[in-house]
């Protein structure tokens, strides 16, 4: 009864910086927690970052001081500011949110980090 959706993806250069956004709707009561994970081909899935419905924010160590996660409460959207881009950091991003009761995911968004 959540649908997640995903925008800001694309390619860019080492250094550069994108800016995920992720809308959620439907019946929604309450969003405990939403995060952002990626995947990158023949990898797991890994959190990259999460924020709690109070603000509270975990990143990863690979993107610490390089990516910023943040959410708008009345719009039931969060972002993920990511800077200093790295070609490690190609992937597809998958944004998520917790209910009361079930966790829901996005259909993620391609990024490309190439010269």
């Known amino acids: 009864q959540v649908q997640l959706v995903e925008s800001g993806g694309g390619l860019v250069q080492p250094g550069g910086s994108l800016r995920l956004s992720c809308a959620a709707s439907?019946?929604?009561?309450?969003?405990?927690?939403m995060g952002w994970y990626r995947q990158a081909p023949g990898k797991q899935r890994e959190l990259v970052a999460a924020?709690?419905?109070?603000?509270?924010?975990n990143y990863a160590d690979s993107v610490k001081g390089r990516f910023t996660i943040s959410r708008d409460n009345a719009k039931n959207t969060v972002y993920l500011q990511m800077n200093s881009l790295k070609p490690e950091d190609t992937a597809v991003y998958f944004c998520?949110?917790?209910?009361?009761?079930?966790?829901?995911w996005g259909q993620g968004t391609q990024v490309t980090v190439s010269p």
């Open positions: 924020i709690s419905s109070g603000g509270s924010t």
């Open positions: 439907g019946n929604i009561l309450w969003l405990n927690a």
């Open positions: 998520s949110c917790v209910t009361g009761s079930s966790t829901y």
